[in-house]
């Protein structure tokens, strides 16, 4: 069984807007949340699957991949052809939905709230996704693409820490280092999260004044990606600590190179075979005979039967594409078409008639009768 489509899992169209996409999530995520639904495994199950869609659909770069990929943009096809890498984990469900509803909304109920050592810890920094084109040459015979986009870096002047040399880590005075703050109306206690510190307990005594404290600059960084020989459209190739930084100098992301092979003018492709059209003399099919034929890395010799009709498709084995983890190279099927020529000469016409004689149909005697005109006239 196949993925569930994550509009659907979160019950908006296809065109739907951000703002439609996060209030369908709020709704859903307060459905489905394990807090709510105590020893319910059903209902974490679906928390987590919205909560996997939410973190798709709502960033533009990945919701683009998805729309034009599928679950193929972000997932390995367990060892098939079309996928060459597992994609970077999905953010915690939990870290989404506290997001989406921020530390106080959670800490209401209950289920909201991050420890002090969460929001302080290092983090794993964003995979990033880049959609690369290349022609069916190039894929015929593997390539490397330089690339450049623009990327988080962790800041060199703080190591992505964050704060200025020599300063540190204070004690939130909003909070007193506990991460919350108490609200009190009547008979009601509301404990949400410090927004000062996040929830941390801390903040930084001297922020860094190259990063702002976020322990990251924005960057136009380059990549050399090798494309093996044979490679599909949609297949994606994975650039190990290419993507964002980590947060509190937590390890970087992956960058995710989607591949798609532009059509070709001349051939069609399915899986490793490849599919042409090829005109040949009528002489030639009808009497059999060699056409020289244009194949992905040249001209080959073709052997045409004797009687071959038109539409008939005959294969070239070993000239279609190469399979990437063999090399072992598919077939070109070249479809026959007959080039009928629009002139003939008085020879070409005259053995033309003594062979439909033969077959007893009829021809057009009358353009014979011109042509006989033509060529007397032409004689004086």
């Known amino acids: 069984m196949g993925k569930e489509d994550y509009y659907s899992l979160l019950g908006v169209a296809k065109g739907a807007s951000a703002d439609e996409i996060k209030k369908a999530y709020r709704k859903m995520a307060l459905k489905y949340h394990p807090d709510k639904n105590p020893g319910d495994k059903a ?130 005075p909003t909070c007193g280092g506990s991460g919350f703050t108490s609200i009190s109306q009547g008979f009601f206690h509301m404990q949400q999260t410090c927004s000062r510190c996040g929830g941390s307990g801390s903040i930084l005594e001297k922020p860094c004044n190259v990063c702002g404290g976020s322990g990251a600059v924005i960057e136009e960084s380059k990549a050399k990606i090798k494309i093996p020989a044979g490679i599909y459209g949609g297949s994606k190739l994975r650039l190990s600590g290419y993507g964002e930084a980590g947060q509190n100098g937590g390890p970087t992301g992956d960058l995710y190179a989607v591949v798609n092979v532009a059509d070709d003018r001349f051939f069609e492709r399915n899986g490793d075979d490849l599919y042409c059209s090829q005109k040949i003399p009528f002489a030639i ?44 190279r598919g077939s070109q099927y070249v479809r026959i078409d007959i080039d009928v020529p629009k002139k003939l000469s008085r020879d070409q016409r005259e053995a033309l008639e003594k062979f439909a004689a033969t077959l007893d149909v009829s021809v057009n005697k009358r353009a014979h009768f011109f042509q006989k005109l033509k060529d007397k006239l032409d004689e004086l």
């Open 285 to 328: 099919a009808a009497l059999g005979g060699e056409v020289e034929v244009e194949t992905i890395d040249g001209k080959c010799s073709l052997k045409i039967p004797e009687g071959t009709q038109c539409g008939a498709v005959l294969r070239m084995k070993d000239q279609g594409m190469p399979r990437v983890a063999s090399g072992v």
């Open 43 to 172: 209902a974490e199950e679906n928390f987590k699957k919205i909560s996997a869609a939410y973190d798709i659909l709502q960033d533009a770069d990945k919701r683009a991949a998805y729309d034009r990929y599928g679950h193929a943009a972000f997932e390995s096809d367990g060892g098939g052809q079309r996928t060459y890498s597992h994609s970077g984990n999905f953010r915690n469900a939990a870290d989404i939905f506290s997001e989406v509803f921020g530390g106080g909304f959670g800490d209401i109920f209950g289920f909201g709230g991050h420890s002090q050592a969460s929001h302080s810890r290092a983090s794993r920094g964003s995979d990033l996704i880049y959609g690369l084109q290349i022609s069916l040459k190039e894929a015929f015979t593997g390539v490397e693409k330089n690339i450049k986009y623009r990327r988080r870096v962790q800041c060199k002047a703080c190591g992505g820490m964050g704060a200025e040399k020599g300063s540190k880590r204070i004690t939130c």
